[in-house]
C-alpha cells in the first residue's frame, strides 16, 4: 500500500523539490536579512537594540508582504500562460507588473515615513526602544522599492521555472548585507558605531544591489529572448494589470492577514516589557524563518498548479498539489524537532541574556507544535493561488487570525496573565484553523476540476 502511493507521487516530488528547493532558500533571504540584523544588534548592540529591531521587524513585515504579495500576482499568470506556450503573453505581463510593483513600492514607502513613523510613538512601548527604532524602520521603508523591483523580475523568473538565479542573488546579497551590518553596527575601519540604523543601511544597500542584479539577469539572459520581445511601454493596458491586482490584491491581504496577527502579538508583547518583547524577536525570527522556507514549497506549488492548470491536466494537478503537501509535512516535522530538542541552545544564536533566552526557550517549544499548522496553510494558499483561488482564502485567513487567534491570544496573555505564551497559544488556534480551512478547500475545488474532465 505505501508503495503503491509513492510510486503514484514519486514523479511529483521530483519535480517539485527540484523547483522548490531554490525557491525556498531565494524565500529564506528576505527572512535572513532580518534575521541577520537582529543576531548582529543582539550581540553588538544589547537587549534595548534588540527590542527595537523587534518592534521595527513587527510594524516593516506587514509593509514587507503587502508589497511581496502584489507581486506574487504575476507568478501563476505566468505559469498559465507558459503552459499555453503564449510568450508573447509573459513580456506583456511582465511590463504591466514592473509598472505596478514599482508604483505600489513608492507606496508603500510614503506609508511608512509618514504613517508608521508617526504610530509608532502611540504604541504604549518603551521610550528608548521606540527611539532607536525610529532611524531604522525609517530606512527600511526607503528598502521597500528596490525590493519591489527585485520581486517583479524574480516572480517572472519563477513563473516560467527558472528559480536558481533568484536564490544565488539572494544567497549573496545576505552575506553582503551581514558583512556590512557588522561594520556599520560595531564601527569597524574608521567608521563610527551606528547602532541599529547601521542595520538598516546595511539592508538598504543590500536590496539595491539586489534589484539591479536580478533585472540585469533577466533582460540580458538568452532564456528569456522569446518572452521580452513584448516587453515594451506599448504592451501596458488596464486589462493586464487588473489581471494581476485581481490575484495580488487578495494574496497581498492572505499575508497582511497572518503577518500583521504576529505583528500584533508582537505589540501586545511589548506591553508587558522590553525582555518579552526581545524573546518574542528570537523566536519568531527563528520561525520566521521556517515559515519562509514552507512558502519556497508553496511558491513551487503555485507554479507547477499553474503550469497543469494552463495545460487543462487536472489529475497531475491534483496529484502534484498533494505531493507539495507531503513534503511541506515532511520538512516542518523536521523543523519542529529541532525547535523543540534545542530550545534551550537556539536563543543563544541572538542573545546572551539569559533573561530573554529563558522566555523565549519557551515560545520556540509553542512554535514547534505549530510547525505543521503553518506548513500546510502557506502551501494551500500556493496551490489555491495557482488554480486563480484567491478570494475565498482571503475570507480565510482573516477569520483564523483576526477573529479567532488574536482575541485568543490576547485572552490568554493579556487577561489572563500567561504573558508571551499565551499570546502564542492564540496564534497556533489561528494557524490551525486556517491550516484545516485552506486543506478543505483544496479538496473541493480539485476534486470538482477532475470530475469536470471525466464527464466531458
Not at 148 to 166: D, H, P, R, S, Y
Not at 268 to 295: C, K, L, R
Not at 346 to 355: A, F, R, V
Not at 443 to 456: A, D, M, N, Y
Request: charged letters at 10%.
Amino acid at each position: 500500500m505505501i508503495k503503491r502511493t509513492f510510486s503514484k507521487y514519486q514523479p511529483h516530488y521530483q519535480t517539485n523539490l527540484k523547483l522548490a528547493v531554490p525557491v525556498v532558500i531565494s524565500q529564506l533571504g528576505h527572512t535572513l536579512v532580518h534575521t541577520a540584523d537582529s543576531i548582529i544588534v543582539g550581540h553588538f548592540a544589547g537587549t534595548v537594540p534588540l527590542a527595537a529591531v523587534a518592534l521595527v521587524n513587527s510594524i516593516f513585515m506587514v509593509i514587507m508582504v503587502i508589497g511581496m504579495g502584489i507581486s506574487y500576482g504575476l507568478t501563476p499568470l505566468i505559469a498559465q500562460e507558459s503552459g499555453r506556450k503564449n510568450f508573447k503573453e509573459c513580456g506583456k505581463l511582465l511590463a504591466n507588473s514592473l509598472l505596478i510593483n514599482s508604483i505600489i513600492g513608492i507606496i508603500l514607502y510614503v506609508l511608512v515615513y509618514y504613517g508608521s513613523l508617526a504610530v509608532i510613538d502611540n504604541m504604549d512601548q518603551s521610550p528608548e526602544v521606540v527611539r532607536q527604532a525610529k532611524p531604522y524602520l525609517a530606512l527600511l521603508g526607503t528598502s521597500i522599492i528596490p525590493l519591489m523591483v527585485f520581486m517583479t523580475f524574480k516572480q517572472f523568473a519563477e513563473g516560467l521555472g527558472f528559480t536558481k538565479q533568484a536564490m544565488m542573488i539572494s544567497l549573496w546579497g545576505n552575506v553582503f548585507n551581514i558583512c556590512l551590518g557588522i561594520i556599520f553596527v560595531k564601527g569597524l575601519f574608521g567608521i563610527s558605531p551606528m547602532g541599529v540604523s547601521g542595520v538598516g543601511w546595511s539592508t538598504l544597500a543590500d536590496r539595491l544591489i539586489m534589484a539591479v542584479v536580478m533585472a540585469m539577469y533577466v533582460l540580458k539572459s538568452r532564456h528569456f529572448t522569446a518572452y521580452l520581445k513584448t516587453f515594451t511601454l506599448n504592451a501596458i493596458d488596464t486589462i493586464r494589470s487588473k489581471a494581476i491586482l485581481k490575484i495580488g490584491t487578495p494574496v497581498a491581504m492572505q499575508y497582511t492577514f497572518e503577518v500583521s496577527a504576529f505583528s500584533a502579538a508582537a505589540i501586545f508583547i511589548g506591553t508587558i516589557g522590553a525582555v518579552e518583547q526581545a524573546a518574542h524577536q528570537v523566536a519568531i525570527n527563528m520561525a520566521s524563518m521556517t515559515y519562509m522556507m514552507a512558502s519556497g514549497i508553496s511558491s513551487a506549488a503555485t507554479i507547477k498548479t499553474g503550469n497543469n492548470f494552463g495545460r487543462e491536466d487536472f489529475m497531475s494537478l491534483r496529484l502534484s498539489a498533494i505531493s507539495s503537501y507531503h513534503i511541506v509535512l515532511g520538512f516542518m516535522s523536521l523543523t519542529a524537532l529541532i525547535f523543540i530538542v534545542f530550545n534551550q541552545f537556539l536563543p543563544w544564536i541572538y542573545t546572551s541574556d539569559t533573561n530573554v533566552i529563558s522566555i523565549a526557550a519557551q515560545l520556540l517549544i509553542i512554535a514547534g507544535f505549530f510547525q505543521l499548522f503553518d506548513g500546510t496553510q502557506v502551501v494551500g494558499l500556493g496551490i489555491l493561488r495557482g488554480i486563480g483561488d484567491v478570494n475565498v482564502p482571503t475570507i480565510i485567513t482573516f477569520v483564523a487570525y483576526w477573529i479567532i487567534g488574536l482575541p485568543i491570544g490576547y485572552y490568554l496573555g493579556i487577561t489572563l496573565g500567561l504573558g508571551a505564551n499565551g499570546v502564542w497559544y492564540g496564534l497556533t488556534a489561528g494557524l490551525l484553523v486556517s491550516s484545516i480551512l485552506l486543506f478543505l478547500r483544496f479538496q473541493f475545488f480539485s476534486k470538482k476540476l477532475v470530475r469536470l474532465i471525466h464527464t466531458e
